[in-house]
């Protein structure tokens, strides 16, 4: 492991230039910043609380942190990371860049002065050229559940598009044509995916995908049962709907239970897990899931056994979902229900 008196002597400066650079200091010419900064990368500096070296790793949100129309998404992916970092004795700190950066900070300095040695980083579309941004200062980090074309970013992640193709594949084999998809209007990589997994099953079975039900929700339990009251007032409401996200679908069903309308029989639902929210609901939903405790295990048992070998690293792997088949599915009604956003059900008479 370098030191600043090592770091000091490859770059050709002084002890106290490494140390100001280090700690952000604004006399620093910013050509020997960078200098000092890409030294220290490429020597797996760390800094150390007294004369031990640091053994934490940062879990980074660039923007907000945990929101609670994430779900259980980010408590599982934290109790699969405290369980990949056991192996090497490592601890975790919450790290919220949006909060505490500095303006003039490096990322390596911001997370130096944070004291830690490397990080596992959440991302979001808007956040994307940020990540890129701190893999191309070489520190130490890894992305959770999105996925980058560029080879110097290490990530993990799941790939849902096939099997949210499979789910609506299955609601069509069932006989439903009229397919509702709701996705949350927080753009990324996996709602991309069960967007396009939606789309694809209905272009190769030849059913046009009517713009009506297509819809972007806020993925929130009121948001899921929104979207059931909107959909069913429509004058063709759909028989089948596909929802990108677990509290979303959640709360469709307790829309559908409170306007009395019975799933599967009137109305079938697929849905989205990330651990076992699925099977606890009545009736237990069709859904596809991922398993945020395992991509929290592998990113920080990969990450703590870079760190504590000292040795560069990449890692870029892609794991699968899968379909759980439960009981919220079923052939489509003979007529579609329809209900009036004031809970009033129409008569057959009145749909047809």
């Not at 492991?1 to 280090?22: E, N, W, Y």
């Not at 970092?85 to 900070?105: G, H, M, T, Y």
């Not at 993990?156 to 609601?171: F, K, M, N, T, Y």
């Not at 003979?334 to 009145?350: F, K, Q, V, W, Y």
Request: proline share 6%.
């Amino acid at each position: 492991m370098a030191s600043v008196r090592q770091l000091a002597k490859r770059v050709g400066v002084s002890v106290a230039t490494v140390s100001r650079a280090l700690n952000n200091d604004v006399g620093v010419n910013p050509a020997t910043r960078e200098k000092i900064l890409a030294a220290a990368n490429r020597a797996g500096y760390t800094p150390s609380v007294g004369k031990r070296i640091t053994t934490v790793i940062g879990l980074v949100y660039p923007g907000e942190p945990v929101r609670p129309d994430y779900g259980a998404f980010d408590s599982l992916l934290l109790n699969g990371i405290l369980r990949g970092v056991a192996e090497q004795r490592f601890d975790v700190k919450l790290i919220s860049i949006q909060r505490d950066k500095l303006p003039s900070e490096a990322y390596t300095q911001f997370f130096m002065r944070k004291g830690v040695r490397g990080v596992i980083l959440r991302s979001f579309d808007q956040q994307r050229r940020l990540v890129t941004e701190i893999a191309e200062e070489g520190f130490p980090a890894i992305v959770v559940a999105d996925r980058f074309d560029d080879p110097s970013v290490n990530f993990i992640a799941c790939d849902s598009r096939d099997d949210s193709r499979r789910a609506v594949e299955h609601l069509i084999h069932l006989g439903h044509r009229r397919i509702a998809c709701a996705v949350h209007n927080v753009a990324d990589t996996d709602h991309r995916d069960r967007l396009a997994g939606y789309r694809e099953a209905m272009q190769l079975h030849g059913i046009e995908i009517d713009p009506s039900l297509l819809l972007e929700i806020v993925a929130s339990p009121e948001g899921g049962a929104n979207t059931i009251t909107q959909l069913l007032s429509q004058p063709r409401p759909p028989t089948a709907v596909f929802f990108t996200d677990p509290l979303a679908t959640v709360g469709g069903l307790r829309r559908c239970h409170e306007l009395g309308v019975k799933v599967p029989t009137e109305l079938s639902v697929i849905g989205f897990d990330d651990g076992d929210t699925r099977q606890h609901t009545w009736p237990a939903y069709t859904a596809v899931c991922q398993d945020a405790q395992m991509l929290g295990y592998e990113a920080a048992l990969w990450l703590t056994r870079t760190l504590a070998s000292a040795e560069k690293s990449a890692i870029r792997l892609v794991r699968s979902t899968i379909l759980d088949l439960n009981r919220s599915t079923a052939i489509p009604p003979p007529i579609p229900i329809r209900i009036t956003p004031d809970g009033s059900r129409l008569s057959a008479a009145s749909i047809a």
